[in-house]
């Protein structure tokens, strides 16, 4: 079992800035694909960053990138999602997920654990 615990999240205003962490415990943290998925309301979960189990590797949906960027430090059993220049449309519950076999990296049920999510609200 992994335990995934997100904090970090609140309320902003648009061009702001916000950095939401994930602190995993349990299994063997550092052999886990980790991603960042997030869920605006009425709408489905979808990928927003992942970061491969070295750190050596990094991907970003198209909405996201060049603003958000997706680091792991292994030491610490911890990933984060550094959010910059936060957009209206940002508003989402932000979800962490991770995965120990996974091909795909964009796909949700790739994953094997998701923590409980944690709310990003941008003002316009």
């Known amino acids: 079992q992994v335990q995934l615990v997100e904090s970090g999240g609140g309320l902003v205003q648009a061009g702001d800035s916000l950095r939401l962490s994930c602190a995993a415990s349990?299994?063997?943290?550092?052999?886990?694909?980790m991603g960042w998925f997030r869920q605006a309301p009425g709408k489905e979960r979808e990928f927003a960053a992942a970061?491969?189990?070295?750190?050596?590797?990094?991907d970003y949906a198209d909405s996201v990138q060049g603003r958000f960027t997706i680091s792991r430090d292994k030491s610490k059993g911890t990933i984060y999602l550094q959010m910059n220049s936060l957009k209206p449309e940002d508003t989402a519950v932000y979800y962490c997920?991770?995965?120990?076999?996974?091909?795909?990296?964009?796909?949700?049920?790739?994953?094997?654990?998701w923590g409980q999510g944690a709310q990003v609200t941008v003002s316009s």
């Open positions: 997920a991770a995965g120990y076999r996974v091909y795909q990296i964009r796909r949700r049920d790739e994953y094997d654990y």
């Open positions: 349990g299994r063997t943290f550092t052999r886990y694909t």
């Open positions: 970061v491969s189990w070295s750190g050596g590797s990094t």
